[in-house]
């Protein structure tokens, strides 16, 4: 389990280090939370969007910006079953320790 203070404490470095915007911040948060320290999670811009308490297009945005910057690789996946069923992204997390 990913310990919250250990995890504020990444976020403060990253939001510090890379300039990042509110919006950043808090899609970051949750795909953190979300990886469970693990630093990979399938969630969706839905999922994420929800819990940050953000619109979706706003969270598309966070999330194009966290790629140009390194700090997250997206991956589209689909269900094995249908051809074009879209399932949630994975998300890898690139903010080191």
Do not use: W
Not at 14 to 37: M, P, Q, W, Y
Not at 38 to 62: F, N, Q, Y
Not at 77 to 91: C, G, I
């Amino acid at each position: 389990m990913l310990d919250k203070d250990k995890a504020v404490e990444i976020i403060e470095r990253i939001r510090t280090k890379h300039g990042l915007k509110i919006h950043e911040v808090t899609a970051l948060a949750v795909i953190l939370f979300a990886s469970d320290g693990t630093g990979e999670c399938s969630i969706t811009v839905g999922d994420i969007a929800e819990l940050c308490g953000r619109s979706k297009s706003s969270v598309r945005r966070a999330i194009r910006s966290l790629e140009e910057k390194g700090l997250l690789i997206r991956e589209e996946q689909y269900y094995e079953d249908e051809e074009n069923a879209r399932a949630p992204n994975k998300y890898t997390l690139r903010i080191g320790g």
